[in-house]
């Protein structure tokens, strides 16, 4: 499994951002896909998960200014992050789960996400 990540930048507090993730590499319907984030000197966290029929799941950190997507016929997931505040700033990842795992086993490179004040 290949995951490509992109749309990260510099945004003021109060803006919006979309980020994607391609997928490559295996049927991208067998996979559970998250997107999670980390800053600088914490844990990496989890933001959102798409199942394959389109169940969400947020953190409550961003339940209500983020949206996760998925495209299964491009293999493609999507954040939008709406009403940005500089505690979203991170590297964000997008990660796939085989159905049936019970940790994600694939990541992305990792996209920087910078909200100033």
């Known amino acids: 499994v290949q995951l490509q990540a992109s749309g990260g930048g510099l945004v003021q507090a109060g803006g919006s951002l979309r980020l994607s993730c391609a997928f490559s590499g295996r049927t991208f319907s067998n996979y559970q896909m998250g997107w999670f984030r980390q800053a600088p000197e914490k844990e990496r966290e989890f933001v959102a998960r798409i199942g394959w029929t389109g169940s969400t799941t947020y953190s409550d950190s961003v339940q209500g200014r983020f949206t996760i997507s998925r495209d299964n016929a491009k293999g493609t997931v999507d954040l939008q992050m709406n009403i940005l505040k500089p505690e979203d700033t991170a590297v964000y990842f997008c990660?796939?789960?085989?159905?049936?795992?019970?940790?994600?086993?694939?990541w992305g490179q990792g996209t920087q996400v910078t909200v100033s004040s």
């Open positions: 990660a796939a789960k085989l159905y049936g795992r019970s940790t994600y086993e694939h």
